[in-house]
T-cell receptor
């Protein structure tokens, strides 16, 4: 089955700096990779996703890159702000037949942005 | 356009009691997933259901845990004879009928405390 590794587990940056979170996955059949942001006391919220037919996707200050050959993908946040502080999870869609499957998550990265 | 609704938000049970967690998916969604999150840890897949069908329950303990998603009404995660180790946040997510590669939308979870 799919296994997702995420690094680092904690990340502290100064406001305005960039933050990068990296993930690797094991199942070469996976082709959908979402990123979620979880604030304290809330459920994970989808912030960006990427499919294997593209190598990079951007949405304002957030970008995600995917290297299918190496089986790794990364989240990049530029010009970080205090409200970016949260736990970020990467995930890979694991298939088990036909079009059905489920998301396997990394263990999360706690991002702290210091003013 | 309500999101995924989970209730109760907080649930306290004594050891040996039963816990019932409810999840109403987003309008138009017919796929429901349950995940468990322990403090400072990632999301662990438990079960994937469609209306009246359990598609994958490989992440759910064989004893005491059960899940259903009836034709009418919310999905229910049921934990019988709870133990302290069941204390965790339980998140429900839903996706559209297409299923395949569709983003999962999460609720804000039920925090179960077993005393």
């Amino acid at each position: 089955g799919e296994n997702v590794e995420q690094h680092p587990s904690t990340l502290s940056v100064q406001e305005g700096d960039s933050a990068v979170i990296k993930c690797t996955y094991s199942d070469s059949a996976s082709n959908y990779f979402p990123w979620y942001k979880q604030e304290l006391g809330k459920g994970p919220q989808l912030i960006i996703d990427i499919r294997s037919n593209v190598g990079e996707k951007k949405d304002q200050r957030i970008a995600v890159t995917l290297n299918k050959t190496a089986k790794h993908f990364s989240l990049h946040i530029t010009e970080t702000q205090p409200e970016d502080s949260a736990v970020y999870f990467c995930a890979a869609y694991s298939y088990y037949g036909g079009s059905q499957g489920n998301l396997i998550f990394g263990k999360g990265t706690k991002l702290s942005v210091k003013p | 356009n309500a999101g995924v609704m989970q209730n109760p938000r907080h649930l306290v049970r004594r050891r040996g009691q039963e816990a019932r967690l409810r999840c109403s998916p987003m309008k138009g969604h017919s796929h429901v997933y349950w995940y468990r999150q322990l403090p400072e840890e990632g999301l662990k897949f438990m079960v994937y259901l469609q209306k009246e069908n359990i598609i994958d329950e490989s992440g759910m303990p064989k004893e005491r845990f059960s899940a259903e998603f009836p034709k009418e009404g919310p999905s229910i995660l049921r934990i019988q004879q709870v133990v302290r180790g069941d204390s965790a946040a339980y998140f429900c997510a839903s996706s559209p009928p297409a299923g395949y590669n569709s983003p999962l939308h999460f609720g804000n979870g039920t925090r179960l405390t077993v005393t």
